[in-house]
């Protein structure tokens, strides 16, 4: 591809007590961007992080990435590293030290979604709604 993106992503943690969000600012590069479009691009990196910044406060910056070295493992395994786990926490509540981890990244997003899931609203409850009004 021959695209220079900037993003951010989201990444929710564990539940309940555990619950940990974490921003990761994302710069990629693709593999057919030339030279000079790369150098351009390359030149507002500073101030697209922080454009970014004023919306989020980012934990980790994976800055001159190829779209292939973007997988969810790699991604977590980096902000693992850049995190501080309060393990006597993590002890108490019998969990493991792995809260950064995609096991406690799909349970967050799994219950994340569960708690987006909007349902729809009865047909006869919302005719009711309508002759009270």
Not at 58 to 79: C, H, Q
């Amino acid at each position: 591809s021959d695209l220079v993106m900037f993003g951010l992503l989201r990444l929710g943690f564990g539940v309940g007590r555990l619950k940990r969000t974490k921003f990761v600012f994302v710069h990629l590069i693709g593999c057919d961007v030339s030279a000079v479009k790369r150098g351009r691009l390359n030149s507002i990196r500073f101030a697209m992080e922080e454009a970014v910044k004023r919306y989020a406060s980012t934990s980790l910056s994976l800055a001159d990435t190829a779209p292939e070295d973007l997988g969810l493992e790699d991604i977590i395994k980096r902000v693992r590293q850049t995190a501080v786990v309060d393990d006597d926490v993590l002890a108490s509540d019998g969990a493991t030290r792995s809260i950064f981890s995609v096991e406690a990244f799909r349970q967050a997003l799994a219950q994340e979604q569960a708690g987006v899931e909007v349902e729809e609203p009865d047909d006869d409850a919302v005719d009711s709604e309508a002759e009270d009004a």
